[in-house]
Each structure stands twice: as C-alpha cells, then as structure tokens.
C-alpha cells in the first residue's frame, strides 16, 4: 500500500505516507504531521496484537476530529471499528483513498 500511495501523492506536501510497525512509531509518526486522515492497518505490529486498535482510541479520545478508516481484512475486527465510527476501505482499494483524500481536501 505504501509503494502505491507514494506513487500518487510522492510529491504532494499535503499528504505523508508513513508506515510504522509499532504503537509507539504509529504516535510518532500521528505527532509529527498532525493528520486529517489516517489509514489504520489493525495488525501494523508484529508483537502489538491490537495496535490499530490501541491507536484508534487514542485518536479518539485526543482528536476526535480526526477521520480513521480502517483498513483490516479481518470482518470481526472491522466490526469492532465500525462500532467506533470508524469506516473500512480496503488495503488494496487505492481509488477508494484517493476518493476518500481528494473528498478531505474540497471539504477542507
């Protein structure tokens, strides 16, 4: 996913595509560039079982604001993000975020 974000939105400063395989990266990386928007990946952790989740209720609960979609392929899981707000798009579905980017922008 990352390869092909890079690939659309390289050269866009708006837009930072960061891929982190920990909770303490993922709040790192969220501090640095303030998002709009985050596409969460619920198992980004090889040792953090809910790190997407762990993340998503922090994000929650500091910038509520913020728009999380999720983008876990597994359906109890994405249940459990729906129950937050959160909405799903798929790892793979590339136009789905760059719709749900370009729609952020003519909001913003």
Do not use: Q, W
């Amino acid at each position: 996913m990352r390869g092909l974000m890079e690939a659309y939105y390289g050269d866009d400063d708006n837009i930072a595509v960061v891929e982190c395989h920990s909770v303490d990266d993922a709040r790192r990386a969220i501090s640095s560039v303030s998002p709009n928007v985050i596409f969460l990946d619920h198992h980004f952790s090889r040792t953090e079982d809910d790190a997407g989740m762990v993340i998503a209720e922090e994000i929650r609960g500091h910038s509520p604001n913020v728009k999380i979609y999720s983008t876990t392929t597994d359906e109890y899981t994405a249940g459990k993000y729906a129950d937050m707000g959160i909405e799903h798009v798929g790892k793979s579905d590339i136009a789905g975020m760059r719709n749900i980017i370009d729609s952020e922008r003519r909001d913003a």
